[in-house]
């Protein structure tokens, strides 16, 4: 069966600290997708990054870096010097090879204190 | 460029009554819509999906169903509402880049409390 994990519930750090959200993922797929969503207090969801199974290539986006580790199944995600816009909840999803299903983390509530 | 579009915006009906939520796609053809529902504690958890016009999955029985009349079209219904029907309802879409999907992108959501 699909689930993603996301321990932490609440992050709360000083602007400018950098702050790492833990993901850990199950599945039975060898090809599978990872996401990141950003919810800002609106509400909408705002899609921040899709990794493939295949790739296990860190990325960096600016402030933001990914580290996918098949090894440990986790799909971690940090903000570097974090700023009070950063504050939102912030969802790990997973989707099987055909897309049509996705299985979303419970989320990580991050609050950048000023 | 896509855009998806849900409406009403907020809304607050008493229980036992209707409901119809809208939720549309411009910009591409054939996607793949989704209804998630996110209640107080946050989680999404995923209503119904549609692969093409008439098709529809359901992945919670429940109070609710949905219906895609046109292609980029996808309505949420309720015949009865009940109180647990309250929270967030986010329309989403995504579409074949290849051969895979790609991410789902969401609309602004539809904030619906039920008294």
């Known amino acids: 069966a699909q689930k993603v994990t996301q321990a932490q519930t609440e992050i709360s750090v000083v602007e400018k600290e950098d702050v790492t959200l833990d993901c850990v993922y199950e599945t039975r797929d060898t090809t599978y997708y990872l996401f990141w969503y950003k919810q800002p207090p609106s509400g909408e969801l705002v899609f921040l990054i899709r990794r493939n199974s295949f790739d296990e290539q860190n990325e960096i986006s600016g402030r933001y870096s990914w580290n996918f580790q098949k090894s440990t199944s986790s799909f971690n995600f940090t903000i570097t010097a974090s700023q009070v816009v950063d504050s939102a909840v912030y969802f790990c999803a997973l989707s099987e090879y055909t897309g049509n299903q996705f299985y979303f983390g419970t989320g990580t509530s991050l609050t950048v204190i000023p | 460029s896509q855009t998806i579009h849900q409406w009403p915006a907020t809304l607050v009906q008493p229980v036992g009554s209707p409901l119809s939520l809208e939720c549309t796609v411009e910009?591409?053809?054939?996607?793949?819509l989704y209804w998630y529902r996110q209640a107080a504690g946050r989680g999404l958890q995923l209503l119904f999906y549609s692969v093409g016009i008439g098709q529809i999955s359901s992945e919670v029985p429940q109070n609710l169903s949905a219906s895609r009349p046109q292609d980029r079209q996808f309505i949420l219904s309720s015949k009865k509402l009940l109180l647990s029907d309250s929270g967030f309802y986010l329309c989403?879409?995504?579409?074949?880049?290849?051969?895979?999907?790609?991410?789902?992108?969401f609309g602004p959501g539809t904030r619906l409390t039920v008294l």
């Open positions: 989403a879409w995504s579409s074949l880049r290849g051969a895979e999907y790609n991410e789902q992108f």
């Open positions: 910009g591409t053809s054939n996607p793949n």
